[in-house]
């Protein structure tokens, strides 16, 4: 980055391929040995996307997650899919993680902000999440506890006129994985429906997302980052924003981003990489090509 121009195919190989511990590393030798910051020094040598994409590699995964939380709820509106990509789905140690970090960075109580920015029962469904208090993915998978559960959630939404949504919110928030995979397929075998149609006939707008996101990611984790991806490019117009912040969160670990790809081909009958091309060009797209491996 020093001097005239900038030698950008540097920075895409020396950020793309590192792991969250060695990019923190990095950043402090950066500001150690020449008293200055990666972050800003990224923002004035680069652009666009491609800027975007090297400040979300540069700020490693947690860092990163709070800003995006920041700029989901700034301004005019709300930027649901990013407050689902980050919140949802999310371990108890990862969500004590993001609410400290976004404390410290910004000196405001994360649960303050989103309920300033959501409303009602979808704000309910979310302060739940934000209570960090999900089974431990290390809890077992009870027999009674799933029948009860499905019975519950029957009873909450196809068993009774009206929706019963904060005690769909309780199940789907509060539940590990391997519980809600475990509940999705009882609910199947004993009222012969999907789930998933249940939740869309009787959820809408930013709630039924939201849900939707909980069941997807816990009953197929790799085909439903597969299909978030392809949601930032399919349509009119790529949501950069979103496939950007996306394939960073999903680079961090290579096994994992190799398992997405597989899920991304065996859905979609194509490769990746020829499809991330068609939607991005130039340093942009280099830089989530090389994230994608």
Not at 118 to 140: C, D, N, W, Y
Request: neutral net charge; charged residues 30%.
């Amino acid at each position: 980055m020093k001097g005239f121009g900038t030698d950008e195919k540097a920075l895409i190989r020396i950020l793309s391929t590192k792991d969250p511990l060695q990019i923190n590393t990095i950043r402090d030798a950066y500001s150690r040995l020449y008293r200055r910051d990666l972050v800003a020094d990224i923002k004035s040598e680069t652009s666009g996307w491609f800027e975007t994409g090297l400040v979300a590699l540069a700020r490693g995964p947690l860092l990163n997650d709070v800003y995006l939380l920041r700029e989901a709820m700034s301004g005019i509106g709300t930027k649901e899919k990013a407050l689902n990509d980050v919140l949802l789905g999310r371990t108890n140690a990862d969500m004590n993680a993001i609410k400290s970090e976004y404390h410290r960075v910004f000196h405001r109580r994360l649960e303050d902000d989103v309920r300033g920015d959501l409303s009602m029962k979808t704000e309910r469904h979310f302060m739940i999440v934000l209570g960090a208090q999900r089974a431990e993915e290390s809890a077992p998978v009870v027999k009674a506890d799933v029948d009860r559960d499905a019975n519950d959630l029957y009873r909450a939404t196809e068993g009774k006129i009206g929706t019963d949504e904060m005690k769909v919110c309780s199940i789907l928030s509060t539940r590990n994985d391997s519980q809600i995979r475990a509940i999705a397929y009882e609910y199947q075998q004993k009222f012969a429906r999907n789930l998933e149609d249940v939740i869309r006939r009787e959820f809408s707008g930013h709630m039924e997302d939201a849900l939707l996101f909980q069941l997807r990611n816990a009953v197929d984790k790799y085909m439903h980052q597969a299909t978030l991806l392809e949601d930032a490019m399919a349509g009119a117009g790529t949501k950069d924003y979103l496939l950007v912040s996306r394939v960073v969160r999903y680079h961090w670990d290579r096994n994992h981003m190799a398992n997405v790809r597989g899920a991304y081909e065996k859905r979609y009958h194509r490769n990746l990489a020829s499809r991330i091309k068609g939607e991005t060009s130039g340093d942009y797209e280099r830089l989530m090509l090389a994230c994608i491996g």
